[in-house]
């Protein structure tokens, strides 16, 4: 396949430009699944999320923290990986069909511009129900709730996030002499 066949940049789309096509194909019938995060170093437990994820409607939307939001969530030594490599490589993910960079520290102006049908998040973001989403640490799912969207929370893999996978890392013996 030639780079002029498939490129995963033309799944990387400007917000307003995404709105659009998903207010048109949600009028045709289309559910619209959005998620969001920092996917900084892209693991496991990122991918079965996003295929899980995709499952719950007929395209998915991952919305894609800037890297200056990602130092406001995750400290000033992070992100690891810039915006723009991290937003084209979840483009090349067959699951996703859209990814949108946003800078904002929540993605409740996203959301709320988008109105996605479903949005979806992990597990690790529920309250003391499973079922039902904890809106101090997930404040997007007031946005959702606001318009009537669904709000789905998928169970989280355990020992497989990024910063366990850095811990690793940092754990390994320095081979530089």
Request: hydrophobic letters at 35%; glycine letters at 6%.
């Amino acid at each position: 396949m030639s780079n002029s066949t498939f490129s995963s940049q033309s799944k990387i789309w400007e917000r307003t430009r995404l709105a659009n096509e998903i207010q048109h194909r949600q009028k045709a019938g289309e559910r619209a699944v959005f998620t969001n995060g920092c996917f900084d170093l892209l693991h496991l437990g990122h991918i079965r999320y996003l295929q899980e994820a995709r499952s719950q409607g007929e395209f998915l939307i991952l919305g894609l923290n800037s890297d200056e939001s990602v130092r406001l969530l995750k400290g000033p030594t992070r992100p690891l990986v810039p915006a723009e490599e991290r937003a084209e490589m979840l483009a090349a993910l067959a699951c996703i069909d859209y990814v949108t960079v946003f800078p904002e520290r929540t993605a409740n102006n996203l959301i709320d511009l988008l109105r996605p049908a479903i949005y979806v998040k992990g597990g690790d973001y529920a309250g003391a129900h499973s079922d039902v989403p904890d809106t101090t640490r997930l404040p997007e799912a007031k946005v959702v709730q606001a318009y009537g969207g669904t709000i789905r929370l998928i169970p989280y893999l355990p020992h497989h996030s990024t910063t366990e996978l850095i811990a690793r890392i940092k754990q390994l013996p320095d081979r530089a002499s």
